[in-house]
């Protein structure tokens, strides 16, 4: 049996809930799925759960509502245990990444780290996943019992829903007293999609010149095609936007359909989080600048004479 530890905000299931489910498939194209949907909302989101798994497990205690490391990882080591789950997948999103290892310990359990590819055909669990800044591609395997799994978000294409619901039921965990007390939490008020959700991804960095300049180029392109909005870390480190919309290796890792790049000069460490993107799409003055390597489609020139064109017949 493979657990499905899904991800979900404001009583919706994340579109890494979905890739999970086709991940899941691939080591288990028969077997039953369980999806284990925990933290506030998770009532309204078990009903869209029960698209992706044949059965759903509710976790719905008030000590589970907002994320803390220790309690997430006890309930979802119980419910593994009880449940004889072979495999525990798992979003590798901050969340994902933070309480994992702590499920894995529990378990005692291996540990396979943001994969990329699953296999189960001959035996023993086999995973790929990016190693040296997605330079290099790592085979890793675990022959044991169970395996917790952490899924790169952007990985797996997302699973169609199914038809019909699984069946749906409240599960019973017993919680520790968390060592660790979480004494506020501050949640940014976003009106566009999320990059972990976004199909296009609009980035920005310093040759954008200046905070003005990034939302008028950046923000305003990104705004005509319905996309997420990115930066390097020298912009987030300059204050221009938030840390939150950082890619790259201290930042985000984002795999959309088409990435944008204006005014980025194409570091490593930006690279590593956007260079598997299906399309890349350079915009930069220098001709010879490393983001050019990468791209699909690359424009030599002055981004401030080119985005405000794009615009421009985007809007016609």
């Known amino acids: 049996m493979i657990l499905l530890v899904t991800a979900h905000a404001r009583g919706r299931l994340m579109r890494a809930s979905y890739e999970l489910a086709t991940a899941a498939r691939r080591i288990a194209p028969e077997g039953p799925l369980v999806a284990l949907v925990i933290g506030d909302g998770a009532v309204e989101a078990a009903r869209e759960a029960a698209h992706i798994a044949e059965r759903i497990l509710v976790a719905d205690r008030p000590e589970l509502a907002q994320y803390h490391p220790e309690l997430w990882s006890s309930a979802v080591a119980q419910v593994a245990q009880a449940m004889h789950a072979s495999a525990v997948l798992i979003a590798a999103t901050r969340n994902g990444r933070e309480y994992s290892p702590r ?8 540990l396979m780290e943001d994969v990329v590819s699953l296999d189960a055909s001959e035996g023993a669990l086999v995973a790929e996943r990016y190693c040296f800044l997605a330079r290099a591609t790592e085979t890793i395997e675990a022959d044991h019992p169970v395996a917790v799994i952490t899924v790169k978000p952007g990985a797996f294409p997302a699973s169609e829903p199914e038809k019909k619901a699984g069946e749906q039921s409240e599960v019973e965990v017993n919680l520790p007293q968390p060592q660790l007390r979480i004494v506020q939490k501050e949640s940014e008020s976003r009106d566009r999609l999320s990059l972990d959700e976004a199909d296009i991804v609009v980035a920005g960095g310093l040759g954008v010149t200046s905070a003005r300049g990034f939302t008028q180029l950046i923000v305003g392109l990104a705004d005509q095609l319905g996309a ?23 930042g985000k890792t984002v ?7 204006v005014g ?11 260079n598997r993107s299906k399309v890349i799409v350079a915009i930069n003055k220098d001709p010879d600048a490393p983001i050019f390597k990468v791209a699909d489609y690359g424009i030599v020139g002055d981004a401030e004479k080119i985005v405000p064109a794009l615009i421009e017949e985007l809007r016609k």
């Open 228 to 250: 997420a909005v990115a930066a390097t870390r020298a912009v987030v480190d300059a204050g221009w936007r938030p840390y939150a919309d950082q890619v790259g290796q201290t």
């Open 264 to 274: 980025i000069s194409g570091a490593v460490q930006h690279l590593s989080g956007m």
């Open 103 to 110: 499920v894995a310990v529990k378990l005692d359990a291996p």
């Open 255 to 261: 795999q959309p359909k088409a990435y944008i790049a």
